[in-house]
């Protein structure tokens, strides 16, 4: 008889496991800004000296990270 050995279902299901674990870290919520929150006003952002100011409310975010 063939004996079947249960290391490669064990591996799988630890890898699977931790796969699971690591996508659920991934995860974030967002909640809304409540209405006197003072969320539009205008804020000035300071970086490498420069400085940079937003108005308002942004309209979209841009990722410059490379893939």
Do not use: F, W, Y
Not at 20 to 28: K, N, P, R, V, W
């Amino acid at each position: 008889m063939t004996r079947v050995s249960r290391i490669p279902v064990r591996s799988a299901a630890i890898a699977n496991a931790a796969l699971a674990l690591l996508l659920a870290g991934c995860g974030s919520s967002v909640t809304q800004a409540s209405e006197g929150s003072g969320a539009a006003a205008a804020v000035t952002l300071e970086n490498c000296g420069r400085k940079v100011v937003v108005d308002g409310v942004p309209e979209a975010a841009v990722g410059m990270h490379p893939a």
